[in-house]
Each structure stands twice: as C-alpha cells, then as structure tokens.
C-alpha cells in the first residue's frame, strides 16, 4: 500500500482535457484535418464490429430465422411492395433478443455490401459517446465515406467541417443537412447504387448528454433526446437524396411509441418480437447448442442436463433471451462445477404469474447471484455509483477504465476485486492489471433490476449518491488513497477529469438530488487544502478551467442559508480561492470582494462568473 503524494507536491500538468458541463466546448485545435476532426467527433464503440462490441450477442445459426429473413427481404425487396416503407422498427420486450437479431443483420449485410451505416447505443457502455446523441449523425457520417460508390461525397463533408469546424455541436438536424443530406445531392441517382441500408440499435438507451445543464428533468432530457434522433431519422427518410433504408431496433418506450403513431405513419412498418416469432424454439436450440459445448468441456454425459430440464428452462424464460444466456453464464461460471450450478438455478424455479411479474424468474436469477457476494447492499451501491455517478461525471467521450472505479470507490487495498467477484456471469470485470478496459453489464435488465427496489429487494441499500459524493469529498479532504504505487497518475488524471463535472452538479437538474453537500460534507470540506485544490485546477492544461473554478465555489456557497452569512465551509474556500486566484493575476468580481454574495440568488439563471483570467 502506498499513500497519495501529498498535497504540496501533488501537480497535475497532464490533465485529461475535459469538456465542461456548462455551455462552453473544448475548441478544435488549429492544424487539424477535417477528416481528423470528423473521426475525434464519432461514437467508434458503437459500430456494429467494434472491439467494444466483440462479446455483443448474435444469433446462432438457425435461431430468429423468421424474423432475420423477414427484415432482409424488406432491406433488398422493399421497393416491390404495395406502400414501400423506408423505416422499419424491431420492438420487443426488455431481453427479447433484439439487439442479437440487428447485430447479426448487420453482419449479413456487410458480408452482402448492403450496410451503409450502424449505430448501436448502450446506456452502460464506457464510451460517454456511444451512451449520448452528440456522435449520433457525425457516427453515421464517417461510415458513409467509407464507401467506394460513396467516396466522392467526403469532398463535400469535409467543405462543411472546415466551414464551420464547431458542427458537432449544433442541433442533429443541422448536422444532417450539413454532413449527409447535402453530401449526397452531389452523387445525385448515383448513391443509390451503394448499400442499401442504415442500423440503429437500442434508441430507449440513449441518455441525456451529462453535460446538458437545462432545467429539464433527467427523464424529460432523455425523452427530448430520443425524439430529436427519431426526427432526423424522419428528416432523412423524407429526402429524395437519401437513398437508404433504415432498420431502427428499441423497447417500446412511449416515447418511441407515440412518434411512430403520430409523424410517420406512412412511412414505416413495424415487427413486434411475440409469439408468432417462436421464442420459445429458438431459446431452447440456444440452450442445447451451448449445454453441448459445456459438456464437451467438462467430460459431461449426454444425458445432461435432461430435456425436461431444458423445456423447464425454456418455459421460465417467457421468451426473454437474456435469461436463457444469463443461466448459461452462471452454470459455465468456473466457480463451481456446471451441475452444481445448473442445480442451484433449478432450485429457484418456482411458478409465477408472467402477466404480473414478467421478469420473475430472471430477478430470482439475478438476486442469487448478487446474494453470493460478500456484501450485495454494498455491491448494488457500487454498481449505481459506477454507472450513474463516475460515469456520469466522466469527460465526455473518454472511457473510464475499471481500475479507476476501482481507485475511487474503495476503502482498502482488494476491496473491488473482493466484493465483485462473483458477477461475473452479469458483468464483464477487467483483470487487476487492465488499465484501460471499463466493466461492461451484460445486458440492460440487471441495471433495470439495480434500480428498482421491489425487484432487487436487498435491505438496507444506501443511495448511490450519498456514497458518491462522500468519496469525493473524502478524497478532497485527504488525498492518501489504497491504491497501487504506479496506478497514482492514472487515478490523479481522472479525479480531477470528475472534479470538473461534479463542481457543477448542483445546477443541472432541479430537484433536490443536486443540492450537494449536506451538513457533515460541509464540516469535511471545511477541513480541506482548498488553496492546494484551486491551484491544482488552475495550473492545469484543461480549457474549462474558468468554468471549473467558479462552479467550485457555487457548488460550495449553494449549501449557505439564504440572508445570513456564509458556513464556515463557504468562507473557507472562498479564501482559498481568492488567494490563489489572486497570485495568478485573475479579477475577482467587486461584489465578491464586498461579500455581498451570501445574499444574492445564485441559481443557474443569474449565475455569473466570479473568478476570470485577464484574457476572458
């Protein structure tokens, strides 16, 4: 165990350069190619045959052949039928298997020359990108050009970049028109020669940008999100120079649900994964194919597992995939040997009513798991904190690697590894030695599982943003940390990267979540190196560095009482601020000066810059 350098000769010069959470963006740096601008600016984890997505489901052969033949004969045939639709939505239930049926679309497509572009969203990917709409167009974009019979349009998308290099941060619909709509009118009839289609996979996981501070609601960002991609898909099936097909994959969400049913009506068609795909078939050749393959492997008998083991199996999966390959993980977990395993899943079958409790026995699967690990109040904390908290203050675009969860979140030397050993049938968990890979879930239903109480009925389950931010304000106050001699640089680059975000946090939503600090933070941060902190921010390479100062110090003042004088806390930092900012030649607004702030409403829409350098 090794401490954290300390605080005086503690300097981050290499500082992750992070975007900001406020309005203002990283600029693109002069010299650089519009094609090197292009590819800075894409979602690359969210192509259909990334690395991130080399573990994705796929079908087997001989499983979902109806469904894959259908929408294959749409792609190729479609302009045969009566009313040729140029979208068709793939819905289902949660677990249904549609992201495993549009990957292996994808590839049969690719294999046939007829994918032109594919974005697959992932609300727990790693890649803030792949989980947001910001690359959504620039993503689809880079593909384009990559074609042979598409080629000439990147002449006119690079003209756009190098016109106005700030287009990754315009409205989607812009992008469009700048990046593919009017690249393609210059092909005029000859794009319709190339591929023939565009992918899109799990629209209900894209997020709201962290970085969007409206006033809006989470759920209201993410729904205004969703709605403007589904509009600019509509604005490009609409075009008469977009010559693609477009094959979009999501649950039912309502909001999905409602523009189909209201703006484009007439332009789309619809597969619904029920009964008449035959789940059930499939699911059961899904576990006969992969029970053989274990069997192989340990010397098993045929006659294992039994076929009224399996028909039970296929039975409890009520037509969800993701049970089917979650037993498949547990019982090829190498914890214990298969027979044991597939024993302790058949002890949990138990009848329930599918139409009340539709994941019954994929939530009995799930809580066994988390019930073998040594602590899963503390596990579920974890898993929230990971996926809502350091990833949702992450850099945008970066990926956060495991090993720096691993840093931030635990008390003692192995506690990650000790407390996460056991999800590993749920959840990918890099080895200690991988400083780059991030944890991956497999599938969205175990976070959906997370984040419902009555699902996941573990007791005493503490708010994963209470846990957050005391270990943030934990290591603000000592930054002594369990963690690995050589890993110190790795983790200084990213806390403070997350410093950046979570100073701004108070003001993004406006419910109480983002009130941050409570009384025993604010006697914690009273007792930290504010001065040591500010000069760290300040000394650092990242473009945000006004934003970051000043949100430091709002973040804190928001936990002052209104019309009376600030908590020591507030005083404290404020100090430390204005020395430091002060020895590096920043103004300091007079108002500051005169402690007239304690009584003035700093909400979001009054908010004013404080410190500023002398060339702001």
């Not at 315009?170 to 393609?184: G, H, I, N």
């Not at 993004?508 to 006697?523: F, H």
Request: charged content about 25%.
């Amino acid at each position: 165990m090794s401490n954290f350098t300390s605080a005086h000769d503690f300097s981050i010069k290499n500082l992750v350069q992070a975007q900001n959470y406020h309005v203002h963006h990283q600029g693109n740096s002069p010299g650089r190619s519009p094609l090197e601008l292009l590819r800075e600016n894409i979602a690359s984890g969210a192509l259909h045959n990334s690395a991130e997505r080399c573990d994705a489901p796929k079908c087997l052969p001989e499983t979902r052949v109806a469904v894959q033949e259908e929408i294959l004969s749409w792609i190729t045939k479609g302009d045969e039928d009566r009313e040729p639709k140029k979208i068709l939505w793939l819905s289902g239930p949660a677990g249904s298997g549609k992201t495993a049926i549009t990957g292996s679309v994808a590839e049969a497509c690719k294999e046939r020359g007829l994918l032109a572009a594919s974005f697959f969203f992932s609300s727990f990917s790693g890649s803030a990108n792949r989980r947001s709409k910001r690359c959504f167009v620039s993503t689809l974009a880079y593909q384009l050009i990559q074609h042979d019979l598409l080629q000439p349009m990147g002449d006119t998308v690079f003209s756009s970049i190098q016109r106005n290099p700030a287009i990754f941060d315009t409205r989607l619909s812009d992008q469009l028109e700048s990046l593919v709509l009017s690249p393609l009118r210059t092909l005029g009839p000859r794009a319709s020669a190339g591929p023939k289609v565009l992918i899109i996979d799990g629209l209900d996981e894209c997020l709201p940008d962290p970085f969007d501070t409206t006033t809006w609601g989470v759920q209201q960002r993410k729904e205004r999100d969703q709605h403007e991609i589904l509009a600019v898909l509509l604005q490009a099936a609409m075009d008469p120079a977009f010559p693609f097909r477009i094959l979009l994959a999501s649950r039912p969400e309502p909001i999905i649900k409602n523009f189909f049913g209201t703006f484009s009506q007439k332009i789309h068609s619809q597969i619904f994964l029920d009964e008449k795909y035959e789940p059930d078939k499939d699911i059961a050749l899904f576990l006969n194919s992969k029970f053989s393959e274990i069997r192989r492997r340990y010397g098993l008998p045929q006659s294992w597992p039994s076929d009224a083991v399996v028909n039970s199996l296929v039975e409890n999966a009520s037509g969800q995939f993701i049970y089917a390959a979650t037993v498949i993980r547990f019982v090829d977990d190498s914890s214990d040997s298969p027979t044991k395993q597939l024993d302790r899943v058949l002890r949990l079958l138990q009848p329930v009513d599918k139409d009340t409790e539709p994941f019954g026995q994929l939530d009995a699967l799930y809580r066994h798991i988390l019930s073998s690990t040594p602590n899963p109040p503390l596990v579920v904390v974890w898993l929230l904190t990971i996926q809502k908290g350091i990833r949702g203050f992450q850099t945008r675009g970066q990926i956060v690697p495991a090993i720096f969860c691993r840093q931030f979140l635990q008390g003692t030397l192995g506690e990650g590894e000790h407390l996460l050993r056991n999800l590993g049938s749920l959840m990918y968990i890099p080895p200690s030695d991988d400083a780059a890979s991030s944890h991956r879930l497999y599938h969205k239903t175990f976070m959906d599982f997370l984040e419902d109480p009555s699902r996941h009925c573990i007791p005493h389950v503490k708010s994963w943003w209470d846990f957050f931010r005391k270990r943030y304000v934990a290591i603000l106050k000592d930054p002594s940390l369990p963690i690995l001699e050589d890993e110190g640089e790795l983790f200084q680059d990213r806390f403070l990267a997350i410093a950046e975000s979570f100073s701004g946090a108070w003001d993004r939503d406006a419910d109480s979540l983002w009130k941050i600090y409570d009384e025993e933070d604010c006697l914690d941060l009273q007792s930290c190196n504010a001065a040591y902190w500010a000069r760290e921010f300040i000394e650092s390479d990242s473009p945000s560095k006004v934003d970051v100062i000043n949100a430091i110090f709002y973040s804190v003042h928001s936990s002052c009482p209104r019309w009376r004088r600030c908590l020591p806390a507030c005083r404290h930092w404020r100090n430390g601020l204005i020395l430091v900012c002060r020895n590096a030649g920043w103004h300091i607004t007079g108002w500051l000066k005169r402690r007239v702030l304690q009584f003035d409403d700093i909400s979001p829409q009054v908010r004013t810059y404080v410190f500023y350098p002398p060339s702001l």
